[in-house]
């Protein structure tokens, strides 16, 4: 019986940035239409950002890790106030429903969301070659905390910032294909 081929393992660049921007870019659109019927745009790097408000507005993180022939974790990052707004479109709820939400149902719809932007986003991994398994969701919400992956080779971090309903939201991706 003859060997079989060597099949070639596929490299960093084989994934470009262009691509992690191609998929995160799709991954958060296509979410944002098909689970609230609302566009999601992608606000150029030079943007500005939105004014600091004092005192600090509560944000919630949702995060989902991945890891295989990929590793990494996709982060959803936006205010409690929008969360809350994307929670009652979910929901199909009103303005005082939405008022009275509790914050685990919040938090159970950003990691529900982050969970399906991170599956996205893994399914073009996968396509490239790079098979991994998701984690389950989680979040994290307060006003004063920041996210620092640990540098290693092969690491690399890019964000994203959208506008949907009037509201400011960060993508980002923590990504390494292994070396």
């Given at each position: 019986m003859p060997?079989?081929?060597?099949?070639?393992?596929p490299?960093?660049?084989?994934?470009?940035d262009?691509?992690?921007?191609?998929?995160m870019?799709?991954a958060?659109?296509?979410?944002?239409?098909?689970?609230?019927d609302?566009?999601?745009?992608l606000?150029?790097?030079?943007a500005?950002?939105p004014p600091?408000?004092y005192p600090?507005?509560?944000?919630?993180v949702?995060?989902v890790?991945?890891?295989g022939?990929?590793n990494?974790?996709?982060?959803?990052?936006?205010?409690?106030?929008?969360?809350?707004r994307?929670?009652?479109i979910?929901l199909?709820?009103d303005?005082?429903?939405?008022?009275?939400?509790?914050?685990e149902?919040?938090?159970d719809?950003v990691?529900?969301?982050s969970?399906?932007v991170?599956?996205?986003?893994?399914?073009?991994?996968y396509?490239?070659?790079f098979?991994c398994?998701?984690?389950i969701?989680?979040t994290v919400?307060?006003t004063d905390f920041?996210i620092s992956?640990?540098p290693g080779?092969?690491t690399f971090?890019?964000?994203?910032?959208?506008d949907?309903l009037?509201q400011?939201?960060?993508?980002e991706v923590?990504?390494?294909?292994?070396?």
């Amino acid at each position: 019986m003859p060997a079989r081929p060597a099949i070639p393992m596929p490299s960093i660049a084989e994934f470009t940035d262009h691509d992690v921007r191609t998929h995160m870019v799709r991954a958060v659109t296509d979410v944002f239409t098909t689970m609230l019927d609302r566009p999601a745009v992608l606000l150029p790097a030079d943007a500005p950002p939105p004014p600091v408000k004092y005192p600090p507005e509560r944000q919630i993180v949702g995060t989902v890790g991945f890891a295989g022939e990929a590793n990494g974790v996709i982060y959803l990052r936006m205010s409690e106030l929008f969360a809350r707004r994307c929670t009652g479109i979910m929901l199909g709820l009103d303005e005082v429903e939405i008022a009275a939400m509790d914050r685990e149902s919040v938090s159970d719809a950003v990691g529900e969301l982050s969970n399906i932007v991170a599956g996205s986003f893994k399914n073009g991994l996968y396509d490239a070659g790079f098979s991994c398994k998701l984690s389950i969701p989680a979040t994290v919400s307060g006003t004063d905390f920041s996210i620092s992956p640990k540098p290693g080779d092969g690491t690399f971090r890019r964000a994203f910032r959208f506008d949907s309903l009037g509201q400011s939201m960060v993508a980002e991706v923590i990504l390494n294909l292994g070396t």
